[in-house]
């Protein structure tokens, strides 16, 4: 099994070098735990220092915000954009629609990217039933000569439905390691708010925040890695001053 290393001080070692290459990760967490810098240093270290193309879409910040954010860990996203290596793509929320997800796969593998980044779900699970096509969502009968329509799907089942498919558009380009930002819940039986994609994703990792007045609030856990022996600890995760860093328990 190939790997893709993040590069990411700590991490890679859980999980037998990194991911699995063509893998499509879910990486889960609350407001502020550092999801974002996570997945911008994937990008980054990605293009910087394993020579892999790196895509970086985002529906949530402006490319300013993402270049101001990096600076602040040395990394020169604009050098690297520059160089042909990186691209950070910022999709407005009002701008998606159920074709999105096709036209970043369509994206990536025209310009060869190797690592694909996309923050957030999350976004997409709030908006998702605004986004779908209705004819998508409308279950033909046919009997006789008379067609029936049943009612569109509705709600919950919808945003599933709508979710699967971006996933499903995106495990397709089997040549893209892919790292997907979704947002958790506080309580509840599910990893991620959308309930589905930790079922459907090769890896999940979650991230937690809990400040107890010890040296580190945040701290990370591999829950899922399909072809790894996976370390199954939890670990204290630093913001540093050069990125993040996953320390072990003593
Ligand atoms: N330069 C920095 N050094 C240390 N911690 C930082 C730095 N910049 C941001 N943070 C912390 O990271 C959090 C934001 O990280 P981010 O990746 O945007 O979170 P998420 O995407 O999970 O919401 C901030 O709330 C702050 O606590
Ligand atoms: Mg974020």
Not at 89 to 118: C, H, Q, W
Request: charged share 25%.
């Amino acid at each position: 099994m190939e790997r893709v290393p993040t590069g990411i001080k700590g991490f890679d070692d859980l999980v037998q070098g990194g991911f699995p290459r063509g893998s499509t990760i879910l990486y889960c967490g609350s407001p502020g735990t550092g999801k974002t810098i996570f997945s911008l240093e994937y990008a980054y270290r990605g293009a910087k220092e394993f020579n892999e193309k790196s895509l970086y879409v985002t529906f949530e910040q402006r490319r300013e915000e993402l270049v101001e954010q990096a600076s602040q860990f040395g990394w020169d996203l604009g050098e690297i954009e520059h160089s042909g290596m990186l691209k950070i793509v910022s999709i407005p929320a009002r701008d998606l629609n159920y074709k999105t997800s096709a036209g970043i796969v369509k994206m990536s593998i025209d310009e060869g990217f190797k690592r694909v980044v996309i923050d957030s779900l999350s976004t997409l699970t709030i908006n998702a039933p605004i986004y779908s096509d209705q004819e998508a969502n409308t279950v033909k009968d046919v009997v006789g000569d008379k067609m029936f329509f049943s009612p569109p799907i509705i709600g919950d089942t919808l945003t599933k439905r709508f979710i699967y498919n971006f996933i499903d558009d995106i495990k397709r380009a089997d040549h893209i390691t892919t790292l997907l930002v979704g947002e958790a819940p506080d309580k509840g039986d599910f990893i991620s708010r959308d309930s589905i994609s930790e079922f459907i994703c090769d890896g999940v990792i979650l991230v937690t925040f809990e400040s107890m007045g010890g040296e580190f609030s945040r701290s990370l856990i591999v829950r899922k890695m399909r072809n790894t022996k996976n370390d199954e600890d939890i670990h204290p995760l630093e913001i540093g001053h050069a990125g993040m860093v996953v320390h072990n328990i003593e």
